[in-house]
């Protein structure tokens, strides 16, 4: 091999070795730095659009705030903090007038903390079942929210007994059930009574309402007092 053609060969080795140590020290860290820039563009895009998604959940609930802040006023006047039971009696002398009968009495008693009620036992379970006897799967579980107690949730009784006609007591408690506080009628009795001066006159009937008005506490303070 001549002379010339060994520098040849060296200048080429050489040319090849500058342009690897140049891919190597120059372009590759370039690539490296590109593809973990692409890598990062596609977590901040992931983020981006996980952000907009929690944007838009965010400004649906602002726009339906309102009538949440609505529904939460009716709910909470229907079953209020406190019994407040100067309110519920403005409420039925109200309802009372625009029904045409006249309230005789009104009655409460101290309020019942809350039980959770217990499991409702099979039709086809007997009615005194053994000690020993299995639970069935056929009993029925109630549903009930574990934020509910007896140290929060509370029942007043109340009876309310008012004088007047058959449709007039039916138009009394129908308004009386839909009006602003919970009211829930669990007896219903009536009672005529004659006028002893006046034998040609229209026995008169009064009807008498028993249930419960509720109390629901922001804490778990004791019941609320009828």
Do not use: C
């Not at 490296?32 to 820039?37: G, N, V």
């Not at 040609?200 to 109390?215: D, E, H, M």
């Amino acid at each position: 091999m001549t002379r010339n053609r060994l520098n040849m060969l060296l200048a080429a080795a050489a040319m090849v070795v500058v342009a690897l140590a140049g891919f190597f020290l120059g372009v590759q860290p370039h690539l490296a730095q590109a593809a973990s820039d692409r890598t990062d563009q596609v977590s901040v895009d992931a983020t981006n659009r996980t952000t907009a998604a929690e944007l838009a959940r965010l400004k649906a609930q602002a726009e339906s705030l309102p009538a949440l802040k609505a529904e939460l006023a009716k709910l909470t006047a229907s079953v209020p903090a406190s019994a407040s039971m100067s309110s519920f009696y403005g409420a039925v002398d109200g309802v009372a007038a625009r029904a045409g009968v006249k309230v005789s009495a009104i009655t409460t008693s101290d309020a019942v903390a809350y039980a959770a009620p217990a499991a409702a036992a099979s039709d086809t379970a007997a009615a005194e079942p053994s000690a020993t006897a299995e639970p069935s799967d056929s009993a029925t579980s109630p549903v009930t929210d574990p934020a509910i107690s007896g140290k929060n949730f509370s029942a007043i009784p109340v009876s309310v007994s008012v004088d007047g006609s058959f449709d007039q007591a039916l138009a009394f408690v129908g308004g009386l059930q839909d009006g602003a506080r919970l009211f829930l009628v669990t007896t219903v009795s009536s009672s005529a009574s004659q006028d002893s001066t006046d034998q040609a006159a229209t026995a008169a009937t009064t009807w008498t309402f028993g249930g419960y008005v509720y109390v629901l506490t922001a804490d778990s303070n004791t019941p609320a007092k009828g």
